[in-house]
């Protein structure tokens, strides 16, 4: 497996070694052992969530407060932006965000700690979104900042108004949210 760590170093994408031949493909998408050798990370993921959107839907900026989540994202049909913006007051990234393609064909996964805002907008007609978690969903300690906040000026890669859910449509300024220290 290669790692590679982006502009903010604690979120790391990470591409599997596949092995293809005229028959298709196989690959391993999840191994503690070697996801602890890759990251340095020594993680318990407790929830596989899936998720399948339609072209321009844009999900996010979600986290949880209280009960943060450590997310493994994977693309298993379609093609996503996927966007991760960390909200830890005390980094010295607060505030920004980094952004990948995530595709069933590059197969690659990225990787976002707690203490960081997720949010993906799907690019291909249908995506299928594939992610494991470190902690359970908590309704009580979900929040929501808003995708096009000024401040963060996220660059979504999207030439149409994107679809959004009641709650996405409410999310709350950068500045007003409720962050990590």
């Given at each position: 497996?290669?790692?590679?760590?982006?502009?903010?170093?604690?979120?790391?994408?990470?591409?599997?070694?596949?092995?293809?031949?005229?028959?298709?493909?196989?690959?391993?998408s999840f191994n503690a052992r070697i996801f602890e050798?890759?990251?340095?990370?020594?993680?318990?993921?407790?929830?596989?969530?899936?998720?399948?959107?339609?072209?321009?839907?844009?999900?996010?900026?979600?986290?949880?407060?209280?009960?943060?989540?450590?997310?493994?994202?994977?693309?298993?049909?379609?093609?996503?932006?996927?966007?991760?913006?960390?909200?830890?007051?005390?980094?010295?990234?607060?505030?920004?965000?980094?952004?990948?393609?995530?595709?069933?064909?590059?197969?690659?996964?990225?990787?976002?700690?707690?203490?960081?805002?997720?949010?993906?907008?799907?690019?291909?007609?249908?995506?299928?979104?594939?992610?494991?978690?470190?902690?359970?969903?908590?309704?009580?300690?979900?929040?929501?900042?808003?995708?096009?906040?000024?401040?963060?000026?996220?660059?979504?890669?999207?030439?149409?108004?994107?679809?959004?859910?009641?709650?996405?449509?409410?999310?709350?300024?950068?500045?007003?949210?409720?962050?990590?220290?």
């Open positions: 497996m290669i790692t590679i760590k982006l502009t903010i170093p604690d979120v790391i994408v990470l591409e599997p070694k596949v092995f293809g031949d005229t028959r298709g493909f196989f690959f391993e050798e890759a990251t340095g990370l020594k993680c318990t993921f407790v929830q596989d969530n899936q998720s399948r959107s339609v072209q321009h839907v844009l999900r996010g900026l979600h986290y949880q407060v209280g009960k943060p989540q450590g997310k493994l994202v994977r693309v298993i049909s379609g093609e996503i932006f996927d966007v991760a913006v960390d909200i830890r007051r005390s980094s010295s990234t607060f505030g920004q965000w980094v952004g990948i393609h995530l595709t069933a064909e590059n197969k690659k996964q990225l990787w976002i700690p707690e203490g960081f805002a997720h949010g993906f907008i799907t690019l291909s007609e249908t995506a299928e979104v594939l992610y494991k978690t470190t902690e359970y969903y908590s309704p009580a300690d979900e929040r929501c900042i808003a995708w096009d906040d000024k401040s963060l000026n996220i660059q979504w890669l999207c030439d149409a108004a994107p679809t959004l859910s009641m709650k996405d449509a409410k999310g709350m300024s950068f500045q007003d949210a409720e962050v990590f220290d």
